[in-house]
């Protein structure tokens, strides 16, 4: 059983937004951070943005201002919401949690691409 399932990936030209969900199952990850990475062809993994248990949250540089990440505990999801898309934002977008120290539970994750 995959623990982590990403959905709401697709295709939208620049400019446009997705809202990423993050689905997870067989265990509770309310008392862990939660992240969404991405990894575009031939570049490393990167993270994106995170958010702690108490909602504290870290955006990478090049996403500030453009996209929110969010959780709902009760319902044991995490949310990236992409605004104003560029096609350099286009990646296989993964989510995390990181139940010990590091990001140890990983979704298979969701293509985005953004059509210039």
């Known amino acids: 059983q995959v623990p982590l399932v990403e959905s709401g990936g697709g295709l939208v030209q620049a400019g446009g937004s997705l809202r990423l969900s993050c689905a997870a199952s067989g265990r509770t990850f309310s008392s862990s951070p939660m992240g969404w990475f991405r990894q575009a062809p031939g570049k490393e993994r990167e993270r994106v943005a995170s958010i702690s248990r108490s909602g504290g949250t870290y955006y990478a540089d090049s996403v500030k201002g453009r996209f929110t990440i969010s959780r709902d505990n009760a319902k044991n999801m995490a949310f990236l919401q992409m605004n104003s898309l560029k096609p350099e934002d286009t990646a296989v977008y993964y989510c995390?949690?990181?139940?010990?120290?590091?990001?140890?539970?990983w979704g298979q994750g969701t293509q985005v691409t953004v059509s210039s």
């Open positions: 995390a949690a990181a139940v010990t120290s590091t990001w140890d539970y």
